[in-house]
């Protein structure tokens, strides 16, 4: 359904409205999708994520699932499995802890070639495992560290003020930050959290090096393009609901994009239960972003 009213800032039309991932099909034979906010609220399927999953399957579609979660790709199958969505309706997960995990134990570039092993790990005991066979030593303080990883707050806090004093001590010592969640909130059920991405946003505040993983970053849309196994990129999609990781990302990659408005930004869009954005708030914040989806609809759906 689209939106009602008018056009967008500074002139420009508002992204095209579709009603569902079936009006695309024919144009695209990729699609790269996210989870949180997409797929799922954490808890349970958006309605009429399944049927559409089957669509696309049914319509011999290659499918990506590109998460930013800060875990290892199969914890985000195993949890998907969990939420009810089963593994045939998907080819691949990549996940921005994958790609943490990956280089970490490469080392292959310079950054993480220089690591030490003493590792201060910020992050809730369920991500522990990011740290599995690694041959690292898990440290509690700055002052032990080498560097620190993060996967997210220790609890469901709604800011980062809490880890404040912990930042700046390690940004004093010059600790290198991994970020193995690029995401600053997460909506979880009817809340919204903070995620690593406000940490390390903090932390380079503080004059702190961070390394990134995740959406926006181009080496995971790299990845995912050769999971797909295309050559180009002009029938490749990607369906999210940020205009900051999902949608900036695709931008950079040189691939289309569409824009759930019932997701993350609901209440920046105006867009209330039903998803459905006020068009001039959409469109503020399309032109604060500085990413532009191609397409716009409220869930994802067939």
Same mark, same amino acid.
């Given at each position: 359904?689209?939106?009602? =009213? =008018?056009?967008?800032?500074? @002139?420009?039309?508002?992204?095209? *409205?579709?009603? !569902?991932?079936?009006?695309?099909?024919p144009?695209?034979? @990729?699609?790269?999708l996210?989870?949180? !906010?997409?797929?799922?609220? @954490?808890?349970?399927?958006?309605?009429g994520?399944?049927?559409?999953l089957?669509?696309?399957?049914? #319509?011999?579609?290659?499918?990506?699932?590109?998460?930013?979660?800060?875990?290892?790709?199969?914890?985000?199958v195993?949890?998907?499995?969990?939420?009810?969505? &089963?593994?045939?309706?998907?080819?691949?997960?990549?996940?921005? !802890?994958?790609?943490?995990?990956?280089?970490?134990?490469?080392?292959?570039?310079?950054?993480?070639?220089?690591? !030490?092993?003493?590792?201060?790990?910020?992050g809730?005991?369920?991500?522990e495992?990011?740290?599995?066979?690694?041959?690292?030593?898990?440290?509690?303080?700055?002052?032990?560290a080498?560097?620190?990883?993060?996967?997210?707050?220790?609890?469901?806090?709604?800011?980062?003020?809490?880890?404040?004093?912990?930042?700046?001590?390690? #940004?004093? $010592?010059?600790?290198?930050?991994?970020?193995?969640?690029?995401?600053?909130?997460?909506?979880?059920?009817? $809340?919204l959290?903070?995620?690593?991405?406000?940490?390390?946003?903090?932390y380079?505040?503080?004059?702190? $090096?961070?390394?990134?993983?995740?959406?926006?970053?181009?080496?995971?849309?790299?990845?995912?393009?050769?999971?797909?196994?295309?050559?180009?990129?002009?029938?490749?999609?990607?369906?999210?609901?940020?205009?900051?990781?999902?949608?900036?990302?695709?931008?950079?990659?040189g691939?289309?994009?569409?824009?759930?408005? =019932?997701?993350?930004? *609901?209440?920046?869009?105006?867009?209330?239960?039903?998803?459905?954005?006020? &068009?001039? $708030?959409? *469109?503020?914040?399309?032109?604060?972003?500085?990413?532009?989806?191609?397409?716009?609809? &409220?869930?994802?759906?067939?």
């Open positions: 359904m689209a939106p009602k =009213g =008018g056009a967008a800032a500074a @002139g420009r039309p508002l992204p095209t *409205a579709v009603g !569902g991932l079936r009006e695309l099909a144009r695209f034979d @990729g699609f790269i996210d989870v949180w !906010g997409v797929l799922h609220d @954490g808890f349970k399927p958006y309605p994520v399944i049927d559409c089957e669509g696309l399957i049914a #319509a011999e579609k290659r499918i990506v699932v590109l998460s930013n979660a800060p875990r290892r790709a199969v914890d985000v195993t949890r998907m499995r969990e939420i009810g969505i &089963p593994d045939h309706l998907y080819h691949h997960v990549l996940s921005s !802890g994958e790609e943490t995990w990956q280089h970490l134990a490469r080392r292959s570039d310079p950054f993480y070639a220089a690591l !030490g092993r003493s590792c201060l790990f910020i809730p005991p369920r991500d495992g990011m740290m599995a066979e690694l041959g690292l030593v898990q440290v509690r303080t700055v002052e032990e080498d560097f620190i990883l993060a996967t997210g707050p220790w609890g469901w806090e709604a800011n980062a003020a809490r880890y404040e004093a912990m930042l700046e001590a390690a #940004a004093r $010592r010059e600790l290198p930050f991994i970020c193995a969640n690029p995401d600053l909130v997460v909506r979880h059920g009817e $809340r959290m903070i995620c690593a991405g406000t940490l390390a946003q903090r380079e505040a503080l004059g702190g $090096r961070v390394r990134w993983h995740g959406k926006p970053f181009l080496s995971v849309y790299e990845t995912c393009f050769g999971m797909l196994g295309f050559p180009g990129r002009d029938r490749i999609i990607a369906v999210g609901d940020s205009l900051r990781t999902d949608i900036a990302g695709a931008n950079g990659a691939i289309a994009s569409v824009l759930v408005t =019932g997701g993350i930004h *609901a209440e920046d869009f105006g867009a209330a239960a039903a998803g459905i954005p006020d &068009p001039h $708030r959409l *469109a503020a914040a399309i032109a604060a972003h500085g990413s532009r989806p191609d397409f716009i609809m &409220p869930r994802m759906v067939w």
